[in-house]
């Protein structure tokens, strides 16, 4: 009676305090909020930039199921953990089938989101580095892997279905639990299945990042090589490309391969301390722990946990950080006045506004090539009758101020010689 009460209080000291919760119910719901805020809208940006012509489908389509993993692992996995894991962890268990298909969903969406990284990272990596063999893939690729990553990301999860339930903890040495609780755990009689089944998963995310990390660096060594001619002057379908276009095209790829980056160091950070969580439930039978090995997985699920599901929000910013045109629709979005214009309309008219804008740098000159042709035209043309008639005689000067008295003096001359001579 002794031991059980003892046994009673290392449980009840194993639970976190009441400021742990409050603070733990703070953090996981602005993390849901944000997760499901960020996704929903990751998802309508995506779409909406595809039919405007800024992304290719393939590239949405990835983004897309990415973004619904995501999304499914935080409405999935965090009410739960919420309520078993924080507000009351030493608690009957809800029920036995209930449990087991929580344990499959959780690790499904889970694992298909780094499947939908790894598959991402496969597409652009045929494409940058082996660009024909990629488009002898075919058009329908994309769906295939996507496909392929959601069904092996069941198949992962699938051995939960039956590895895990709900059982009480015995310690060894005994035949009953310690108290009258059930968990929601690995079952003991399943022990080396699950053990099986969790190193698999493990040793899959290793090799997910990895390969990754390996594909990037592919990428950022072919992209680093100087543009060969017919990378620079031709397209895929042989038709000339200006250069701008080209350095515009390897521009976005390297926005690419940014995200690929800084999602693979997201994923290391954040998924690592749950896979050592993990690792801790499959490493020694729950009948051969210790207080002081259960009371370090409990401290190490809440940060773990936490930190997991940090990683379903940091996708929708790590598109805004890689890609400036994905950042202003997603504000815009958030803002409820998105404007986007298509991108062939959007080429046009800066072709237009750059040729108007050409018109108008010289006015001044433009102006006086305008006066010489006018002046050059009316001199070419002989003038009219009219024009000559009413035109003076240059060779006619004007009378001058002598002429003008000349008349008046004859005249007195005249009149003089006119006059009686008196004598």
């Known amino acids: 009676m002794d031991q059980n009460e003892e046994e009673q209080r290392d449980w009840k000291e194993l639970e976190p305090t009441h400021e742990v919760k409050v603070f733990l119910t703070v953090l996981y719901s602005l993390i849901l909020s944000l997760g499901i805020v960020g ?20 590239v949405t389509d990835h983004m897309v199921s990415l973004a619904c993993s ?13 309520y078993s894991a924080i507000w009351f962890p030493f608690t009957s268990s809800s029920g036995d089938a209930s449990c087991r298909i929580y344990n499959f969903l959780f690790e499904a969406c889970s694992y298909a989101t780094i499947l939908n990284v790894a598959t991402l990272s496969f597409e652009r990596y045929m494409a940058i580095c082996h660009p024909f063999r990629y488009k002898a893939l075919g058009g329908s690729r994309t769906t295939k892997l996507l ?8 198949l992962i999860a699938l051995p939960l279905l039956i590895t895990t339930g709900t059982e009480g903890y015995v310690p060894k040495g005994r035949q009953m639990p310690v108290q ?32 990754v990390a390996l594909m990037c660096r592919a990428m950022i060594v072919v992209l680093r090589a100087p543009m060969g001619p017919n990378e620079a002057g031709t397209n895929g379908a042989g038709r000339d490309v200006p250069k701008h276009e080209s350095a515009r095209v390897k521009a976005s790829r390297k926005q690419t391969i940014l995200f690929l980056v800084l999602i693979v160091c997201a994923l290391f950070v954040c998924w690592m301390p749950n896979q050592i969580r993990r690792l801790m439930t499959a490493a020694l039978p729950k009948s051969s722990w210790t207080v002081s090995y259960l009371r370090s997985y409990v401290k190490l699920h809440l940060v773990a946990d936490s930190f997991f599901y940090l990683s379903s929000v940091l996708n929708p910013l790590l598109y805004n950080l890689s ?27 800066s072709s237009l506004a750059s040729k ?14 305008n006066r010489i042709r006018t002046a050059t035209i009316d001199r070419s043309t002989p003038p009219s009758s009219e024009e000559r008639q009413s035109t003076p005689n240059p060779t006619d000067r004007p009378p001058s101020a002598d002429a003008l008295t000349s008349e008046p003096q004859e005249e007195e001359r005249n009149q003089d010689s006119t006059l009686p001579n008196t004598n």
Request: glycine share 2%.
């Open 180 to 211: 009258n609780l059930t968990f929601c755990t690995n079952l003991s009689q399943h022990w080396v299945m699950y053990r099986t089944s969790i190193f698999t998963a493990f040793v899959l995310y290793l090799l997910v990042l990895v390969g």
């Open 147 to 154: 496909l392929s990553a959601w069904l092996c990301s069941a």
């Open 323 to 349: 890609s400036r045109q994905f950042r202003s629709a997603f504000w815009q979005t958030l803002l409820c006045r998105l404007s986007l214009v298509h991108v062939n309309r959007r080429t046009l008219e």
């Open 39 to 58: 996704n929903s809208v990751t998802i309508h940006v995506a779409q909406v930039l595809q039919r405007n012509g800024y992304l290719q489908k393939n």
């Open 70 to 82: 995501d999304l499914l692992v935080l409405l999935i996995g965090m009410p739960v953990e919420l």
């Open 356 to 369: 108007s804008s050409r018109h108008t740098l010289r006015p001044l000159l433009r102006r006086s090539l």
